[in-house]
C-alpha cells in the first residue's frame, strides 16, 4: 500500500564525502519460517491493529485520501474555467471582428487563438493527469478498507495451527561420568540414560512430522492481500469508479466547468469507461440530428424547494437527485425527529445523507457574478411562469426547440443511481 507517512530520516553519522561499509545496503538473512506458533497474548496485539479508535496512522492515512480527492475536484474545475475563459474572450474578439465586417484576423486575434491552442493542450494533459490520480486514490482507499479484512485473516491461518510439542531438555552427558567411574555399574547406568533419552527426542519429532508445517505471519498476509488485490481487480471500471463518490462528483464538475452556459448533459456513468476500462471523453449530443431528438434530462433550479429562495449552501443527498439549502432541510429533517420524507419525493431523508453540493454551488456562484455584471444571464436565477418553479420539473426537453429561444434557469444533469 503506498504510504503517505513516512519516519524521519535520521541524518548519516559520516560524513557525505566518505563511502564504506555504512554505504553498503544491509543484506539480511533468508527468511525461515517460524518453529513454533504465535502466543495468545501476541494474537491479541496483532487483532488489535484493526482497531480503527487505536490506528492513528489509519485515520491520518484516510484524512490524505480525503484532501488528496478534494483538491483534485477543485484543481479540475479551476483550470478549466479558466480554458473556458479564453476561449470566451478569443470568441467574443472574433465576433466583434466579424460584426465590422472585418474578414481578416489582427495580431492580437492571432496571438491569442495560438496562446488558446497551446493552453486547450495543456490543460487537457492535466486535466487527465488529475482524472488518473483520482482513480489511484480510489484504489489505495479501497486498498485501506480491505486492510481489517486482510488482518482478520491473518488471525484465522494463525488461530488455526496446531502447537508444537515442546522437547525435553538434554540430559547431561556421562562421558566424563563414565570416563572416571570405576565399575561397570556406572557405565551401564550411563548408557542407559543415554538410550532413554536418544528414544525421548525420537518420539518428539515423529509427533512434530505429523503436524502440518507452520507457516509465517508474512506468507499469510501476502496470501490475504493478494486474494483481496485479485477480487478487487477482477471488477470492472464502471463497477470501481463509476459508481464512487468521488468519482462521479468529480465528473460533474469537470462537466459543468467544460459547459457551464450550455445545457449539455452530462454521460450516462454507463459511458464513463470503454470495454478496456479506459476512460472515455465526453461526447457532445449532436444538435444538428432530427428535429424530434428528445434528451431526457431534469431541471434543477437554484431556488431551494422548502425557502423558495436562492440556495446559498446548497446541500444534495445520497438517496435522490434534489438539492435544498443546508439550513432549510437540516431544519426540516430534525423537526421530523432525524428522518424525513424527501419534499419533492418522498424518499427518506437523514442528515448524514446530506452532502454540501460543490456542482451546484458553482452554479450559484455563477449566477451571482452575472446579476452583479448586469449580464442576461440572471435570467437563470429568475422564476418561470409555472407555478413550482422552484421543485425539479419537466423531464423531455427538445434541443431545437430549446436552442430557438432563451436560457432562463440553469439546468444540470445529475444521472446518479437514486
Request: charged share 40%; hydrophobic share 30%; aromatic share 4%.
Amino acid at each position: 500500500m503506498p504510504r503517505l507517512l513516512q519516519r524521519t530520516r535520521r541524518p548519516d553519522a559520516t560524513p557525505s564525502g566518505r563511502s564504506g561499509a555504512h554505504d553498503r545496503p544491509l543484506e539480511l538473512p533468508p527468511y525461515e519460517p517460524p518453529s513454533y506458533p504465535m502466543d495468545e497474548k501476541i494474537r491479541q496485539k496483532l487483532a488489535s491493529i484493526s482497531s480503527r479508535e487505536t490506528d492513528s496512522s489509519r485515520r491520518q492515512y484516510e484524512k490524505h485520501l480525503t484532501k488528496s480527492s478534494t483538491y483534485l475536484f477543485e484543481s479540475v474545475g479551476s483550470i478549466n474555467d479558466i480554458l473556458f475563459a479564453r476561449k470566451r474572450s478569443l470568441a467574443h474578439m472574433a465576433e466583434k471582428r466579424r460584426t465590422r465586417g472585418d474578414e481578416d484576423k489582427n495580431e492580437n486575434e492571432v496571438s491569442l487563438e495560438e496562446y488558446v491552442a497551446g493552453l486547450d493542450a495543456a490543460i487537457t494533459d492535466l486535466t487527465d493527469s488529475s482524472e488518473e490520480a483520482l482513480r489511484w486514490l480510489i484504489d489505495c482507499r479501497a486498498e485501506l478498507e480491505d486492510h481489517p479484512a486482510v488482518l482478520e485473516k491473518v488471525l484465522e491461518g494463525l488461530n488455526a495451527q496446531q502447537p508444537r510439542p515442546e522437547r525435553k531438555p538434554k540430559l547431561p552427558k556421562k562421558l566424563k561420568r563414565r570416563a572416571a567411574a570405576s565399575d561397570d555399574e556406572d557405565a551401564d547406568a550411563g548408557s542407559e540414560d543415554a538410550e532413554v533419552q536418544e528414544e525421548d527426542e525420537a518420539d518428539g519429532d515423529d509427533d512434530a512430522q505429523d503436524l502440518p508445517p507452520l507457516t509465517g505471519v508474512k506468507d499469510l498476509l501476502e496470501a490475504a492481500r493478494k486474494a483481496k488485490v485479485d477480487e478487487y481487480d477482477a471488477l470492472s471500471a464502471h463497477q470501481r469508479y463509476a459508481v464512487n463518490n468521488d468519482y462521479i462528483s468529480f465528473k460533474r464538475n469537470w462537466h459543468d466547468s467544460l459547459h457551464p452556459e450550455d445545457q449539455v448533459p452530462l454521460p450516462d456513468p454507463s459511458t464513463w469507461f470503454d470495454e478496456h476500462g479506459m476512460p472515455t471523453k465526453d461526447a457532445l449530443a449532436d444538435t444538428n440530428e432530427d428535429d424530434d431528438l428528445v434528451v431526457e434530462r431534469e431541471i434543477i433550479d437554484l431556488k431551494c424547494p422548502l425557502s423558495l429562495q436562492i440556495m446559498k449552501e446548497p446541500y444534495s443527498n445520497h438517496q435522490c437527485k434534489h438539492t435544498f439549502d443546508k439550513a432549510s432541510i437540516m431544519e426540516f429533517i430534525r423537526s421530523n425527529g432525524g428522518m424525513a420524507k424527501c419534499p419533492v419525493c418522498s424518499k427518506d431523508l437523514h442528515i448524514k445523507d446530506l452532502y454540501l453540493d460543490e456542482v451546484v454551488l458553482r452554479k450559484v456562484k455563477r449566477a451571482e457574478a452575472a446579476s452583479r455584471r448586469g449580464v442576461d444571464d440572471t435570467s437563470d436565477i429568475e422564476p418561470e411562469d409555472d407555478d413550482d418553479s422552484s421543485m425539479l420539473v419537466g423531464k423531455s426537453t427538445n434541443i431545437k426547440k430549446e436552442r430557438d429561444r432563451p436560457r432562463r434557469r440553469m439546468e444540470e444533469i445529475d444521472q446518479d443511481d437514486e
